[in-house]
């Protein structure tokens, strides 16, 4: 559109007024232009790329167009950075991104069930991101029908249905937060409704936390974090604070809770007895020893010191994580594929197929040349500390 166009709609004797509006049209046709520049989605993409690298534990979904940014975001801090940015160069915007979370005052949840499948999308037939085991404290960001998406203390952020979980307000949580508590130490058990241990209240697995009510010579009266009660055999309990201050991820009890778990099934996104990948094999046995690691092996690979790149088995200690996979070559990326941990003796155990052990050792009757022909590096995280490397007592008192 050009003023000359104004010119002859004035000489046609068109208000003054529709001429300015014109003119205004122009302007904002500009600007708008300006506005959907490529800056704009280079200033997103590198406030994306600094605050969510891993789109698994970090929500970024940020958009612009016509002069609004839009999408959603769980990472306060980066907004207000991206909009910082956006002022600097001069990018005027209309703010449209929703912060969350954004259930009204239902922010906490708290797993209810002895395993929790937390999937990829709000739906059953979605692929099965990872598990969350009972007692478990998360971060509730939104709800989409009977499905809520949560972020577990170790960040993973994914979908978990309705049945799962109980939402509670602070003043709630506070209160199961400080409740006395027990552990769940056996593999698995039930709940019973009674003492007689006929009807079945719930199923536990290790790991289970669940509020205690009352004791009695044999059992512990609970109350799961939806509000059902019942009772369990003691012997297979353990108050919580007496159980964290047990854990110690030694060489020796690496080894004890790795094959207490040997033959359990293979479940691609299982973190718990029921079944478990590679890495969450992985993730149970620290977790079960105290220690809170990052999800995936993709993740894992980050943490922690290298001890070896080059097959050189004498560096390695019992509890290293062995790494395999495809390495870097010219045109692609290394991928991490697998994960498993050394126990010495040439040996590492690992989840592939079902919980197995694996030895380097030619001569042994576990030599698995498929794995060693795979091999990338062993990193070393027992005692090492990060932002991603966590005490289980920071999430569960």
């Known amino acids: 559109m050009h003023l000359s166009y104004c010119f002859y709609q004035f000489k046609s004797k068109i208000s003054i007024y529709t001429c300015l509006a014109a003119i205004l049209s122009c302007y904002l046709f500009l600007a708008c232009e300006r506005l959907d520049s490529p800056e704009s989605g280079s200033l997103i993409e590198e406030t994306r790329t600094e605050f969510a690298p891993d789109k698994r534990v970090a929500l970024f979904d940020i958009s612009f167009e016509n002069n609004i940014l839009s999408g959603e975001t769980n990472l306060p801090e980066a907004l207000e950075t991206l909009k910082n940015r956006f002022e600097e160069n001069g990018i005027a915007y209309t703010d449209q991104v929703t912060v969350l979370p954004m259930l009204e005052g239902k922010h906490f949840g708290v797993v209810t069930i002895s395993v929790a499948n937390i999937r990829s999308q709000p739906k059953h037939s979605a692929e099965l991101a990872t598990q969350a085991t009972m007692g478990t404290p998360l971060n509730v960001l939104k709800q989409d029908g009977t499905w809520y998406l949560v972020q577990t203390p170790d960040q993973y952020i994914s979908w978990i249905d309705a049945a799962g979980i109980q939402l509670m307000d602070q003043e709630e949580f506070q209160q199961w937060d400080l409740s006395e508590k027990a552990v769940f130490t056996s593999l698995i058990g039930y709940v019973y409704a009674d003492e007689n241990q006929i009807e079945m209240v719930s199923d ?14 044999d059992f512990y009266e609970v109350k799961l974090p939806d509000g059902r009660k019942g009772y369990v055999n003691s012997s297979s309990m353990e108050p919580l604070g007496d159980w964290i201050a ?20 293979y479940l691609w996104g299982g973190t718990s007895i029921k079944g478990v990948d590679c890495s969450g094999f992985t993730k149970t046995v620290f977790f079960l020893n105290g ?16 001890v070896d790149k080059d097959k050189n088995w004498e560096n390695l200690q019992v509890g290293d994580l062995l790494f395999f996979g495809k390495p870097a070559a010219a045109d692609s990326p290394e991928k991490v594929i697998h994960v498993g941990m050394w126990i010495g003796n040439n040996s590492f155990i690992h989840s592939r197929g079902r919980v197995r052990i694996s030895s380097f050792d030619p001569d042994s009757e576990h030599f698995d040349e498929y794995e060693l022909d795979r091999y990338l590096r062993t990193k070393r995280i027992l005692g090492k500390e990060s932002q991603n490397i966590l005490a289980v007592e920071k999430f569960i008192r």
């Open 291 to 306: 220690q809170i690691i990052p999800r995936d092996a993709s993740q894992q690979i980050h943490e922690g010191e290298e």
């Open 246 to 265: 047990s854990r110690n991820p030694s060489h020796e009890n690496l080894i004890s809770t790795a094959k207490s778990m040997m033959g359990i099934p």
């Open 204 to 217: 536990l697995t290790a790991g289970n936390v669940l509020e205690v009510i009352g004791r009695k010579t």
